[in-house]
């Protein structure tokens, strides 16, 4: 109960809450103690407060997209992007995932790319738990991490924010 009531007070210090329509966030059991995830959408409502302008693309590629020329994606000092999305497509068909962020709207700050080796790295390394539950959400998750850390909003461990909660009696207000 009281990883319950910590997990709670840690998405009330940083704003979010709980919804199962637009996943800010999730509660996870890990080994017994509750623990929160943030999701994508939950890292673009944080980098929002910071980053007003910004603009956050994710999406999934397949390989018909792949081999048409549909995706294209150029890093380096003009970073370019292209993706035509096919009439038909399907999230099972996906080879892999991108995040293209832009802090003034316009010019492309980063782009980062996730094939589907690396992300079943990360569902083999979690047991499939909360990936193989939340597949696509997890997927766009990690990648929301790691271009927030190209613009300094997460910290080195992947958390968003530490936070502190010292009280000087058992009363919580």
Request: glycine share 8%; with cysteine; proline share 3%.
């Amino acid at each position: 109960p009281a990883t319950i009531l910590g997990a709670f007070m840690q998405l009330c210090n940083l704003g979010i809450v709980l919804r199962s329509v637009q996943p800010l966030a999730y509660l996870v059991n890990k080994g017994g103690k509750c623990t929160i995830y943030i999701g994508a959408d939950g890292y673009q409502l944080l980098a929002r407060r910071r980053h007003p302008d910004m603009t956050l693309r994710m999406d999934f590629i397949t390989q018909h997209e792949a081999d048409k020329g549909l995706w294209q994606a150029e890093k380096g000092s003009t970073p370019k992007f292209k993706h035509i999305l096919s009439p038909v497509r399907n999230y099972d068909d996906a080879i892999a995932m991108y995040a293209v962020l832009s802090l003034d709207g316009v010019n492309i700050h980063d782009i980062i790319v996730m094939d589907k080796q690396e992300r079943d790295k990360y569902v083999a390394l979690h047991k499939g738990g909360v990936w193989k539950q939340w597949g696509a959400n997890m997927w766009a998750t990690k990648l929301a991490k790691k271009i927030f850390k190209s613009i300094g909003l997460a910290d080195p461990d992947g958390t968003i924010a530490s936070v502190s909660m010292d009280s000087s009696s058992d009363t919580i207000d």
